[in-house]
């Protein structure tokens, strides 16, 4: 088989790469190829010609992946050698089947020690005094102008507590600050976890638990910190995150800090903040390239160069090499570290395959009736929070409608696909993890007769590991639950009336079928709902109409095949 080609971008360690691969896969099916120069946002028709050949590729910021995504017909995977993924259109890599590898926490403690560094910097002016004094200064005058302040006992505010915030925390606990904490996900008790975690990383205890202050607002926050820092990604409900209001509630002559992405703080109403005398300083590693702040004195700007160092560097493209052998390894199958693919734990695997049967089951249902999806709704309860997670479990629930479409890559491209069909697509936030609870997934379908039409399932485990998920409610229908396996099944809807039962049951026995599994499910209009899990049979049409005929159903008996089913 002819190694996958990849191409490695700005400046990528190729030598990190095919060693990382090296050790991993022992014989390595992969060919690195570095592509000079880089390709930004307004690149996309150069940048699709310099991936022709390509299978995969691998970038850093300065590359960007946006239109020519739609014409990469070949393109597998991209792997954001970095934390942050702003330079890729995510939801086009999706919507066309490509996974986006990144490297979490591959910068957080170069970026953590650059916010110290900076504030070191602002406080003490240690550049301006070596400045001064190589241009042949006096001493005396340079350490008359240069009276400095103390971290130590202020406090620093922390604005999101993730992998570098947590380690933003940790080292301001070093130096014996106190440390105000605002995550507008994560409970308390995951914040509490992640700063500990990072303490018992560098050797620390912190006895006095004051000093580690958990706020329920953003205000909380701003009103409490000598210094506030900013570490959140570039999300639509991050723009703008600190603006005139944001500034107006924090202490008078306090700092701010922003070192994550530009477009967060609003650098106007920084301006005038500082210059009404409000605000004391303002330090950032990604000023706008026509910011009202450039060339201000008390603003400290450096070139986004928080994570550029050669450890993080290094560790970036070796998780992104990980990522890449691992994926080529598996012929595809093995995802790590993907950023709109997130891998899943125990529960997770077993939500995402209950949803995927049950959207199976549902799409071809609905077609049975006669209807057409015009949209889709996934609830889910029992699971983590997140958006990503969120999105996947929508993909395995829609694949089913696009199966002949997939191509081999999964359920990725299903979202785009059911876009492109004119098919809404609603991904709810995926409720708070309960330890011990099995997750109960709800699927909603809008109808193309304005009605809605409802199926919910729940996934309960046995004594011997074995998943085992059953269908709850289908439509007006609900019961004990009908266990959903890579089976084929009649579905017989009726009055409830004497004999029903029997007709079913003696018309799948003259056509030589066995039932496997009965289910009664009732309804809230007086009818009930027989549904039979059988073998393959050879005459469909036949068995359903003879299920009619004695019933007196008219075209409400419906074959369901989850035969091809594969988890």
């Known amino acids: 088989m002819a190694p996958l080609k990849v191409a490695v971008f700005d400046g990528v360690e190729i030598d990190v790469l095919m060693q990382t691969a090296s050790s991993l896969t022992g014989t390595v099916p992969i060919e690195y ?23 995969g590729a691998v970038v850093r910021s300065n590359t960007q992946f946006h239109g020519a995504l739609d014409e990469l017909p070949d393109l597998k995977f991209i792997g954001r050698a970095g934390i942050g993924v702003d330079s890729i259109d995510v939801s086009r890599a999706s919507k066309n089947g490509v996974f986006v590898f990144y490297a979490p926490d591959s ?90 975690t990072e303490l018992r990383k560098r050797g620390l205890v912190v006895a006095d638990e004051s000093r580690v202050a958990v706020q329920r607002s953003l205000d909380g926050v701003l009103a409490n910190s000598d210094y506030v ?34 477009g967060i703080v609003d650098e106007a109403a920084v301006k005038e903040a500082l210059d009404a005398g409000r605000l004391r300083g303002y330090i950032t590693d ?92 996934v609830d889910a309860s029992g699971l983590v929070s997140y958006d990503p997670m969120a999105l996947k479990m929508a993909a395995a629930a829609g694949s089913a409608l696009v199966q002949n479409r997939l191509n081999g890559r999964g359920d990725l ?23 011990g609870i099995a997750p109960q ?9 304005g009605t809605s039409f409802l199926f919910s399932g729940q996934s309960e485990p046995t004594e011997n590991g074995e998943k085992i998920y059953f269908l709850k409610t289908i439509g007006a229908f609900s019961g004990r639950g009908i266990r959903l396996m890579p089976t084929c099944y009649v579905l017989a809807e009726h009055q409830d009336i004497r004999g029903q039962i029997g007709h079913v ?51 409400k008996a419906l074959f369901i095949n989850l035969a091809t089913y594969k988890p």
């Open 33 to 55: 190829v570095a592509v000079p120069g880089s390709f930004g946002k307004q690149q996309q028709p150069e940048l699709r010609e310099a991936m022709k050949g390509f299978g």
């Open 107 to 196: 910068n957080s403690a170069s970026v953590a020690e650059m916010v110290f560094g900076q504030l070191s910097e602002l406080e003490r002016k240690i550049g301006w005094q070596h400045a001064e004094l190589a241009r042949g200064a006096n001493e005396k005058s340079v350490k008359k102008s240069a009276l400095g302040a103390e971290l130590y006992q202020k406090s620093t505010g922390i604005i999101g507590v993730g992998n570098i915030g947590a380690k933003v925390a940790s080292v301001g606990l070093g130096y014996g600050m106190q440390v105000q904490l605002f995550d507008a996900i994560k409970p308390e008790t995951e914040i509490t976890a992640l700063i500990s």
């Open 229 to 262: 820092t900013v570490h959140v990604p570039k999300l639509d409900n991050t723009m703008g995150l600190i603006g005139r209001d944001q500034l107006e509630k924090m202490r008078k002559n306090a700092v701010l800090i922003n070192d994550s992405r530009e």
């Open 286 to 377: 990604v000023l706008k390239e026509n910011s009202p702040l450039h060339g201000h004195q008390k603003v400290l700007v450096t070139a986004h160069t928080g994570g550029n160092t050669k450890e993080a560097q290094v560790k970036a493209a070796r998780m992104i090499g990980e990522s890449i052998a691992e994926y080529v390894q598996s012929g595809g199958k093995a995802i790590r570290r993907s950023y709109n693919y997130p891998s899943m734990d125990a529960s997770l695997t077993q939500a995402y395959d209950l949803t995927r049967i049950m959207g199976a089951f549902a799409t071809q249902y609905i077609a049975g009736i006669g209807r057409t999806i015009k949209s889709m709704r």
């Open 413 to 435: 491209p299903a979202l785009g696909l059911l876009e492109s069909d004119g098919i809404k697509v609603y991904a709810a936030e995926l409720k708070g993890a309960r330890p």
């Open 441 to 449: 997934i709800s699927l909603t379908y809008g109808l193309d007769d």
């Open 505 to 555: 049951g003696t018309a799948i026995g003259n056509h030589g079928m066995n039932i496997a599994q009965f289910e009664l499910m009732q309804g809230n209009d007086g009818n009930n709902l027989i549904a039979c899990s059988i073998g393959q049979p050879s005459d469909i049409s036949g068995l359903l109409g003879k299920i009619q005929a004695d019933t007196g159903l008219g075209s």
